[in-house]
């Protein structure tokens, strides 16, 4: 899938601009620092999942003093052409067009377009804890398969469920909530085994690509781990029942895929303790190249890959070593500086003060 032309309407600092892409290879988006580099990435990847990958709320992402911004683009999806329109209001109620076809859930929207992106908060899926790696995973996971957005949110929601119970019946338990227990212990065993057997396959699936990557990175083979571990033992279902009078004593669920874990080495050392800043990098760069990979495999075509000041966190012969590697499709690079030796964008899109230079 690819994009041909982006529009923005009070969209973070732009009042309105339209945006011309390389539908193929690399579109170079360059300008200073707070100029609207970020905020252009960040409105492709909000079409794709009606998120910010910044984590910031509607509300950030309108225009300071506008109540509603667009965000539209025309492409084309498996040779068919694709217009999606985003109205983002800054109450937080957004509208989504597909084709000219409003959608009926949020959910609808996913698999339309697909986006891969790397931003130099990336850095903590290496440095940080576990929750960032498990939101990798499954943000992957829903990439690979749209259904598995259902499987994530189910597993919340009966996490909320449980907690709150627990939390209720402050250490004791009696025969109502007990058997209330029961079946959100059903349910989180049936969900949280799913999440975790999917987790799981895609982190087999991610071994082989992400050892390229970080060999190709790093400018020579490199011995890279990535493990799935589980917070417990054996089948789920069992671990709950163990785990309940503890559970219970504490007010919270402590087994289940909200406890895993991805352990992460470079030559057999745990690379969160281990590993030099560069590397770590390196590995938090790999690991959405890798994803990237996993993803396109699946889907038999390239999610749009937006690659957010990544040579600011990487030195000039890891530089030249993406560029050298850069999958095929669509390419979006933002850089506040100029373009290492050995880049050819196929466009550069120049952008100032929230707006587009010609
Ligand atoms: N909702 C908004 N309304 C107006 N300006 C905004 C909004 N959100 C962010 N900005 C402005 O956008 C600029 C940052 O843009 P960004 O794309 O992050 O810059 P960069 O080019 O460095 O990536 C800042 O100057 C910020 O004040
Ligand atoms: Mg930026």
């Given at each position: 899938?690819?994009?041909?032309?982006?529009?923005?309407?009070?969209?973070?600092?732009?009042?309105?601009?339209?945006?011309?892409?390389?539908?193929?290879g690399?579109?170079?988006?360059?300008?200073?620092?707070?100029q609207?580099?970020?905020?252009?990435?960040?409105?492709?990847?909000?079409?794709?999942?009606?998120?910010?990958?910044?984590?910031?709320p509607?509300?950030?992402?309108?225009r300071?003093?506008?109540?509603?911004?667009v965000?539209?683009?025309e492409?084309?999806?498996?040779?068919?052409?694709?217009?999606?329109?985003?109205?983002?209001?800054?109450?937080g109620?957004?509208r989504?067009?597909?084709?000219?076809?409003?959608?009926?859930?949020?959910?609808d929207?996913?698999?339309?377009?697909?986006?891969?992106?790397f931003s130099?908060?990336?850095?903590?899926?290496?440095?940080?804890?576990?929750a960032?790696?498990?939101?990798?995973?499954?943000?992957?996971?829903v990439?690979?398969?749209?259904?598995?957005?259902?499987?994530?949110?189910?597993?919340?929601?009966?996490?909320?469920?449980?907690n709150?119970l627990?939390?209720?019946?402050?250490?004791?338990?009696?025969?109502?909530?007990?058997s209330?227990?029961?079946?959100?212990?059903?349910?989180l065993?049936?969900?949280g085994?799913?999440l975790?057997?999917?987790?799981?396959?895609l982190v087999?699936?991610?071994?082989?690509p992400?050892?390229k990557?970080?060999?190709?990175?790093?400018?020579?083979?490199a011995?890279?781990?990535?493990?799935?571990?589980?917070?417990?033992?054996?089948?789920?279902?069992?671990?709950?029942?163990?785990?309940?009078?503890?559970?219970?004593?504490?007010?919270?669920s402590?087994?289940?895929?909200?406890r895993?874990?991805?352990?992460?080495?470079?030559?057999?050392?745990a690379?969160?303790?281990?590993?030099?800043?560069?590397?770590?990098r390196?590995?938090?760069?790999?690991?959405?190249?890798?994803?990237?990979?996993?993803v396109?495999?699946a889907?038999?075509?390239p999610?749009v890959?937006?690659?957010?000041?990544?040579?600011?966190?990487?030195?000039?012969?890891?530089?030249a070593?993406?560029?050298?590697?850069?999958p095929?499709?669509q390419?979006l690079?933002?850089?506040?500086?100029?373009?290492?030796?050995?880049?050819?964008p196929?466009?550069?899109?120049?952008v100032?003060?929230?707006?587009?230079?010609?």
């Open positions: 899938m690819r994009l041909r032309r982006l529009w923005l309407t009070d969209f973070r600092n732009y009042t309105s601009a339209e945006v011309e892409l390389a539908p193929a690399l579109t170079v988006v360059s300008g200073g620092n707070g609207g580099k970020t905020n252009l990435l960040e409105a492709i990847a909000y079409l794709a999942t009606l998120d910010s990958f910044r984590g910031a509607a509300d950030a992402l309108v300071t003093g506008c109540a509603t911004a965000v539209r683009a492409g084309d999806r498996s040779g068919r052409a694709l217009l999606i329109e985003a109205e983002i209001a800054a109450s109620r957004s989504t067009l597909v084709n000219s076809q409003p959608l009926r859930r949020a959910a929207l996913l698999g339309a377009l697909r986006v891969s992106v130099p908060g990336d850095l903590e899926l290496v440095k940080g804890g576990p960032a790696r498990r939101r990798y995973l499954d943000d992957a996971l990439g690979l398969h749209p259904r598995n957005a259902a499987v994530r949110s189910d597993l919340e929601k009966v996490l909320r469920q449980r709150a627990l939390k209720q019946c402050k250490g004791r338990l009696d025969a109502s909530a007990e209330t227990l029961d079946v959100w212990d059903a349910k065993a049936a969900t085994a799913a975790a057997d999917a987790r799981a396959a087999a699936a991610l071994e082989a992400l050892g990557a970080y060999g190709q990175l790093a400018g020579s083979p011995d890279v781990g990535i493990t799935y571990e589980r917070s417990w033992p054996g089948p789920l279902d069992d671990a709950l029942a163990a785990a309940r009078t503890d559970d219970v004593r504490r007010g919270l402590t087994v289940g895929p909200h895993d874990e991805l352990s992460l080495s470079i030559a057999g050392l690379a969160r303790t281990h590993a030099s800043q560069g590397e770590q390196s590995m938090a760069l790999g690991l959405r190249l890798a994803a990237h990979r996993v396109t495999d889907v038999g075509e999610p890959l937006l690659l957010d000041d990544v040579f600011s966190e990487l030195d000039a012969d890891r530089s070593a993406l560029l050298a590697h850069l095929d499709g390419i690079l933002t850089t506040a500086g100029g373009l290492p030796a050995g880049a050819f196929a466009l550069t899109v120049q100032h003060g929230g707006g587009i230079i010609l």
